[in-house]
């Protein structure tokens, strides 16, 4: 995210809660406007001339695509090149966007309107389909093949129509082995392949997360059954093999991948307060080694998909995946009653979410997919169903800059977590003079809009007023040189007290 100093106040929304920063500042000089450079003139050679156009041509191009999802009707059909999943110009396309849950089991947040706002408002480029193959209700085992094959189908238009990407999931988990069921993969594959042979939209995750004793030459093994039924239709579409582990274990394949074929990524997934540095090295280094990942399934909690949220640990995953382009998809579309879920279980809607039907993960997530893309990456329409953009995502280099005549304040989330059933949520500023003098002390109000109990601070001096916290400068970090910034700055509140 782009910091930008302005004089006008900003407004920070913390969770569905928008907070107004006001920042009173003693000591600062008045900030003066600079005139722009004028542009020099240039007297070019014929050869000059034509490198210049090229080069503004390039771009324009650069320009029109800069903020812009991508998309079907953008980047067109997707392939691989090295590691990067790419689109129909060779330029790397990364793919942020959400998984359903069980479709057996939530199959009613397959519909147009649903899809419409992810899109539109949360910034969704692909929507992950996912199909269970084994439980109660799965394709095969007592699960009615036509009726999910259907919402496949339904699935795979709507999300058409919005001009996103589709994520065709063969959901084994309790089945851990994908062997298991090699022929109705097969069959499957074989019929939905032909019916989207040429469409430039649709991925195909061959095998969600094999786990158990389930080794990489297991999965390697049924790959090389299903990829070639799927090619027999369709020569170029992606295609996504999960690895062993749950799809961790992203190192076995990076040892030895799969040949004969392009276009293939290898699975890894993780949840945030379960899998943290060591894993996020595993995946950095099977990428340094050349072996493309997509990360189809992820969660800010823990393994289980419940639990206790860890942000700070998602958003480290989440800039480790944007450094190396890699493509996400959160887990999941539901009011199911846990963590990973991105709606309230007391939320009965399937289309027009506001910030209040949202989960702590929800929430975490509109945020995120939405504070880089902006206003650039769609329209949104003016109407009471528009979330309120959200915060930056907790990032210890990345919050949200407020600002307020020669201050800027960033502050951002760092931690969230419950105690007594009420939201406890951990705070991080940098205060930065932006002036051309020096400031000899600062402060800061932060309104809420709900009733709040401040439970520590440090680095400065906090009190309550209603639904306010103030801040003031400590005596030693209240100097600030003009141009200089100071940190470590914090506090926690409980919300709803």
Known sequence: MKRMGRKRLLALVCFGLILSLSVC????????????????EQKNSGVDREDK??????????????????????????????????GKNGEPVQLRGISTHGMAWFPDYINSDCFAQLHNEWKVNVMRLAMYTAESGGYCTDGDKEYLKGLIRDGVRYATEQDMYVIIDWHILSDN????????????????????????????????????????????????????????????????????????????AAADPITGYENLMYTLHFYAATHKEDLRSKMAAAVE???????????????????????????????????????????????????????????????????????????????????????????????????????????????????????????????????????????????????????????????FEENIALTDGWNADYSVQGQTVHITSKEYNGTLPAGGETGDIGFIVKMGD
């Open 25 to 40: 500042v003693t000591g600062c000089g008045d900030k003066k406007e600079e005139s722009a450079p004028k542009k020099q």
């Open 53 to 86: 156009e090229r080069k503004e041509e390039d771009t324009e191009q650069e320009v029109q695509m800069e903020g812009k999802l991508a998309s079907p009707s953008v980047t067109g059909a997707l392939h691989v090149e090295g590691t990067k999943l790419c």
């Open 177 to 252: 082995n994908p062997n298991i069921h090699l022929e109705e993969a097969k069959a499957f594959f074989a019929e939905i392949s032909s019916e989207y042979a040429d469409a430039d939209n649709v991925l195909y995750e061959i095998c969600n997360e094999p786990n158990g004793g389930t080794e990489w030459s297991d999965i390697k093994s049924y790959a090389k059954e299903v990829i070639p039924v799927i090619r027999a239709n369709d020569q170029e579409a992606v295609i996504i093999v999960g690895t062993p582990n749950w799809s961790q274990f992203v190192d076995q």
């Open 289 to 447: 080694g050349g072996l493309p990942i997509f990360v189809t399934e992820y969660g800010i909690c823990d393994a289980s998909g419940n639990g206790s949220i860890d942000i700070e640990q998602a958003n480290q995953w989440v800039n480790l995946m944007d450094q190396y382009e890699i493509s996400y998809v959160a887990w999941n579309l539901s009011n199911k009653e846990e963590s990973s879920a991105m709606l309230l279980s007391s939320c009965n809607k399937t289309s027009g979410f506001l910030a209040e039907d949202l989960s702590e993960a929800g929430k975490w997530l509109y945020q995120m997919l939405t504070e880089e893309q902006g206003e650039n990456g769609g329209s949104q329409t003016e109407n009471e169903d528009v979330l309120e953009p959200k915060e930056s995502r907790a990032d210890s280099n990345d919050g949200q800059v407020l600002a307020c005549g020669d201050i800027e304040v960033s502050m951002y989330l760092k931690n969230s977590w419950e105690e007594e059933g009420k939201a406890v949520r951990q705070y991080e500023l940098t205060v930065r003079n932006t002036s051309k003098q020096e400031c000899t002390s600062w402060a800061a109000d932060i309104p």
